[in-house]
């Protein structure tokens, strides 16, 4: 049982390239977020998607899109990486009606030069 | 946004009981507390919750007093394994928008 698959979960970027987050569950949760969490600080909420179909922005949504691609997987895209993108970033998911157990992946550690 | 208040670190000795106080005196009554902790870079783990009562799983107790306004999660005999950062949340029932908290960092001492 994978539970919640980040890839890839390391990845270098230059300033100004862009690239793609990929998260999967194959748990069947409704549910599905993005965090980021910068070297010895807390997480924050980028996006989330309530549901397949919906999305809506968190704390810190400025400089990423996302796309629910169906109810399986959630992608996050920079556009063009800044080095203020350096950070850890974590997919979660959460099923319907299990009150508000969130459930996380390993992490994709990005850097960007 | 929701937000709650924790000690920034803890020690505790190996074997002895861990208590971790959180804040939370402006939480509305359809708000429940949510424990989650990180082991080192690893994704957050659900650890317990609660809305009024105290609760124990296997891994910890909840304890919550009677006004809401705060609690402490115990851990009843530390290991080195519970080296952690432990995040306090109050979330409604219902919310999709989940904020963490700032988190204890506790280091659980041999």
């Known amino acids: 049982n994978a539970g919640v698959t980040q890839t890839p979960k390391f990845q270098v970027l230059k300033t100004g390239q862009s690239m793609t987050l990929q998260c999967a569950q194959d748990m069947n949760h409704n549910s599905m977020y993005w965090y980021r969490q910068d070297p010895g600080m807390g997480l924050r909420l980028i996006y989330y998607s309530a549901s397949e179909g919906t999305t809506d922005k968190g704390e810190v949504p400025n400089g990423y899109n996302v796309s629910r691609l169906n109810k399986r997987e959630f992608s996050l895209r920079l556009e063009s990486a800044a080095p203020s993108q350096t950070s850890v970033y974590f997919c979660?998911?959460?099923?319907?009606?299990?009150?508000?157990?969130?459930?996380f992946g390993e992490g994709s550690w990005l850097t960007v030069v | 946004d929701a937000k709650t208040t924790q000690p920034t670190s803890m020690d505790c000795a190996e074997g002895r009981a861990a208590n971790l106080p959180c804040n939370h005196s402006t939480i509305s009554g359809n708000e429940y507390v949510y424990w989650y902790r990180q082991i080192h870079s690893q994704g957050p783990q659900y650890i317990i919750h609660g809305l009024k009562n105290n609760e124990t799983n296997e891994m910890a107790s909840l304890i919550i007093t009677e006004d809401r306004k705060s609690s402490t999660l115990i851990l009843p005999h530390a290991t080195l394994r519970d080296t952690a950062v432990y995040y306090c949340n109050r979330w409604a029932s219902g919310t999709y928008k989940y904020i963490f908290g700032t988190g204890t960092r506790l280091k659980v001492l041999a």
């Open positions: 979660a998911s959460r099923p319907q009606g299990a009150g508000n157990t969130i459930y």
